[in-house]
C-alpha cells in the first residue's frame, strides 16, 4: 500500500468484479443504440478504459474536460469547457462516465449543456457516489459503490494531480493534505460549511 494511503477502501479486485457488472448491464440495456461514452477528464479515465471493454456492443468513446471556476473557498457552479466533443450527438445515445459525484456542481452544469444538443438519450454512470448533501442534485443511472464523505484518492481520483495511477480506491491520510493547502475539490464542501 501507497505510504499516504491511510486505508484502501475498495480493492482492485472489488473494483474490477464491479466493472465487469455495470458492463454487461450496459451491453443489456444498449444492445441495438448507438452508444456513445463520453468521459470527463481527467478522472474518469481509468474507469472509462476498463468500462469500455467490459461492454460487448459497437460503442464510441469521447471525453470532455472542464475546470470550475472560483476558488477552494467558494464554488460558483459555473464550469468552463476546456476540451469539448469533436461532433454532434444528436443521433447518439450518450452515457457520461465519471468517477465521482460529490457536491453535483459538474455533472449538473455539463448533463444541462449536453441536453441543449439533443442526444437521442443522456444518462450519468458514475463508479463513486460520495455520501453527502449535493449543491446540485444529479440522477444517476448506473453507479459502482457508495462511499462516506471522506478524501479519496486512486484509480483516476487525485489529490493535487497525484494519486491517480493508483489501482484502488484509498482515503488518504489526512496529514498529507492538512501540511499543505486544502485541497481544491472534495475538501471544497469543508470549506463552503464553514
Ligand atoms: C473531480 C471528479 C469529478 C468532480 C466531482 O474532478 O473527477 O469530475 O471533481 O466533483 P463535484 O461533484 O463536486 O463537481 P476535478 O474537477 O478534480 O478534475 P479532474 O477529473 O481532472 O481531477
Ligand atoms: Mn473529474
Ligand atoms: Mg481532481
Same mark, same amino acid.
Given at each position: 500500500?501507497?505510504?499516504?494511503? /491511510? /486505508? ?34 481527467? $478522472? ?12 460487448? =456492443?459497437?460503442?464510441?468513446? #469521447? ?13 460558483? $457552479? ?11 450527438? #444528436? ?13 453535483? =456542481? ?6 444541462? +449543456? ?12 458514475? +463508479? ?6 449535493? =449543491?446540485?442534485?444529479?440522477?444517476? #443511472? ?41 485541497? /481544491? ?7 463552503? /460549511?464553514?
Amino acid at each position: 500500500m501507497h505510504q499516504d494511503i /491511510e /486505508e484502501i477502501l475498495i480493492s482492485e479486485e472489488e473494483l474490477q468484479t464491479k466493472i465487469t457488472a455495470l458492463g454487461e448491464q450496459i451491453t443489456h440495456d444498449y444492445a441495438g443504440k448507438n452508444l456513445l461514452l463520453l468521459g470527463t477528464l481527467k $478522472g474518469a479515465v481509468p474507469f472509462i478504459a476498463d468500462l469500455a471493454r467490459a461492454i460487448n =456492443l459497437p460503442l464510441e468513446l #469521447d471525453y470532455m474536460a472542464v475546470a470550475s471556476y472560483g476558488n477552494s473557498t467558494q464554488s460558483s $457552479g459555473i464550469v468552463r469547457i476546456v476540451k469539448d466533443l469533436e461532433g454532434p450527438i #444528436d443521433q447518439k445515445h450518450v452515457l457520461v462516465i465519471e468517477d465521482i459525484i460529490d457536491s453535483g =456542481l459538474t455533472l449538473h452544469y455539463l448533463i444541462d +449543456l449536453l441536453r441543449r444538443r439533443n442526444p437521442l438519450s443522456l444518462k450519468i454512470c458514475s +463508479l463513486l457516489n460520495k455520501e453527502r448533501t449535493r =449543491l446540485k442534485d444529479v440522477p444517476i #443511472d448506473y453507479h459502482g459503490f457508495t462511499i462516506p464523505d471522506k478524501f479519496v484518492v486512486g484509480y483516476g481520483l487525485d489529490y493535487a494531480q497525484l494519486y491517480r495511477n493508483l489501482p484502488y480506491i484509498g482515503i488518504l491520510k489526512p496529514s498529507v493534505y492538512s501540511e499543505t493547502a486544502q485541497p /481544491e475539490k472534495q475538501h471544497k464542501s469543508m470549506a463552503e /460549511e464553514a
